[in-house]
C-alpha cells in the first residue's frame, strides 16, 4: 500500500516562500520514469497539476508556477520538496502531493480510472496573505 504524506504549509505573506515535503513509501518506484507531483486544489473540489519530477530528474511546471516554484527530491529518502517563491495570494490553496500524476486536471484525491499508480496524500494548506 502506497502511502504519501505532505508537510510544510502554512501562512505566509506575499512576497514569501514556503517549502512543501512530500514523503512517499509502498513502493520502490524503481523505474527511472516513475514521477512524483504536486497538485492544487484550484475550485471546488477540482485539482490542477502545477509540477512534476521524474526519479531520474527531469521537471515538469505549469505555466502557473514556471519561475517560481522549484521541484527537488532525496531518492534515497523517498522525499520530493516543493520550494515555491514570490508567493502571491492567488496561490492560496491546499496543496497535494501525489505518485504518478498522468493527469493534469481532475478531482483531488480521486483515483482515477486507467492511472493505477496515482496515489494522494491528505494535502497541506498554503495561505498567503496580500
Known amino acids: 500500500q502506497v502511502e504519501v504524506v505532505e508537510s510544510g504549509g502554512g501562512w505566509v505573506q506575499a512576497g514569501g516562500s514556503l517549502r512543501l515535503s512530500c514523503r512517499f513509501s509502498g513502493n520502490t518506484f524503481d523505474d527511472t520514469d516513475s514521477e512524483v507531483g504536486w497538485y492544487r486544489r484550484v475550485s471546488g473540489n477540482e485539482c490542477e497539476l502545477i509540477s512534476t519530477?521524474?526519479?531520474?530528474?527531469?521537471?515538469w511546471y505549469a505555466d502557473a508556477v514556471k519561475g517560481r516554484f522549484t521541484i527537488s527530491q532525496d531518492n534515497a529518502k523517498n522525499m520530493v520538496y516543493l520550494q515555491m517563491n514570490s508567493l502571491q495570494p492567488e496561490a492560496t490553496a491546499v496543496y497535494y502531493c501525489a505518485t504518478e500524476p498522468d493527469v493534469e486536471e481532475t478531482e483531488c484525491g480521486a483515483l482515477v480510472p486507467g492511472v493505477p499508480g496515482l496515489h494522494w496524500g491528505q494535502g497541506t494548506q498554503v495561505t498567503v496573505s496580500s
Open positions: 519530477i521524474s526519479r531520474r530528474g527531469s521537471t
